[in-house]
C-alpha cells in the first residue's frame, strides 16, 4: 500500500502536492508517509512552497493578461498594439503573444457564433423544420403506441431540433436566432405529434 501511494503521488504536480500536502491531517498515516516521501524526493517542502507560489503567482498573471487583452480588443486595438501595450515581469513575450493570439481567436469565433446572417436564417429555418417533422413523428409515435404523454420527451425535442439547426447554421444557441427558432421547432413538433395522435391514434395495434 505504502509503495502504491508513494507511486500516485509521484504523479501529482506541485499544484496537487501542496493541496494534498495542506490537507494530510485527513490522511490515513500511510499516506502521510509517502507523501512526506515524495515530498522529499522533490527538494523538500520549502523548494516545493517555492514552487508551488511560482505556479499560483504565473496562472494569476496569465489570468491578468488575458483580461487586459480582451478589453483592449474589445477596444478596437490590434494583435500587434496589444502585444506592445502589455508587458508583465513573470510571464516571458512569446506567452504574452500566445495568449493575445488564443484570446484574439475565442473573441473572434464568438463574434462569429453570435452574429446573424442570412445563412443563420435559412439554416436554422431548415434545420427546424427538419428536426421539428423528426421530433414531431416521434412524439406522435410515442403517445400512440403509450397511451401517455411524457412530457419530459419535449427536452429530446430540444435536442433534436437544435442538433439539426446547429449542424446547419455551425451556430451555437448563443445566437438568438438559433435559440428562437430551436423553441419554435421544439413548439412546431409539438403540435404535429398531437396531430398525427388525433389522425392515426386510434388506429393503433392495441385499439382495433
Known amino acids: 500500500m505504502l ?47 517555492v514552487r508551488y507560489d ?15 487583452a480582451t478589453e483592449l480588443y474589445l477596444n478596437g ?8 501595450a502589455l508587458n508583465s515581469e513573470i510571464l516571458a513575450s512569446d506567452e504574452i503573444q500566445q495568449i ?21 436564417i435559412i439554416g436554422s429555418i431548415l434545420g427546424g423544420i427538419i428536426g421539428g417533422t423528426i421530433g414531431g413523428i416521434l412524439w406522435g ?6 397511451g401517455r404523454i ?3 420527451f419535449a427536452i429530446g425535442l430540444g435536442i433534436i431540433s437544435y442538433g439539426f439547426i446547429k449542424f446547419f ?3 451555437s444557441r448563443n445566437n438568438i436566432a438559433v435559440f428562437i427558432i430551436t423553441i419554435l421547432s421544439v413548439v412546431y413538433a409539438l403540435i404535429l405529434g398531437f396531430y398525427i395522435y388525433e389522425l392515426f391514434g386510434y388506429r393503433g395495434p392495441d385499439r382495433y
Do not use: C, W
Open 3 to 49: 509503495n502504491e501511494l508513494i507511486e500516485r503521488y509521484s504523479q501529482y504536480s506541485d499544484v496537487e502536492l501542496m493541496e494534498v500536502y495542506s490537507n494530510k491531517d485527513r490522511y490515513t498515516n500511510d499516506a502521510k508517509q509517502a507523501l512526506d516521501i515524495v515530498i522529499e524526493n522533490k527538494g523538500g517542502i520549502q523548494s516545493l512552497t
Open 54 to 68: 511560482t505556479t499560483v503567482a504565473k496562472e494569476l498573471e496569465k489570468s491578468r493578461i488575458k483580461n487586459d
Open 77 to 84: 486595438m490590434t494583435k500587434n498594439d496589444i502585444n506592445h
Open 100 to 120: 493575445i493570439e488564443t484570446t484574439s481567436t475565442e473573441i473572434e469565433a464568438t463574434k462569429r457564433d453570435l452574429e446573424i446572417k442570412p445563412s443563420t
Open 141 to 146: 409515435l410515442q403517445i400512440i403506441y403509450s
Open 150 to 152: 411524457f412530457y419530459i
Open 169 to 171: 447554421t455551425k451556430q
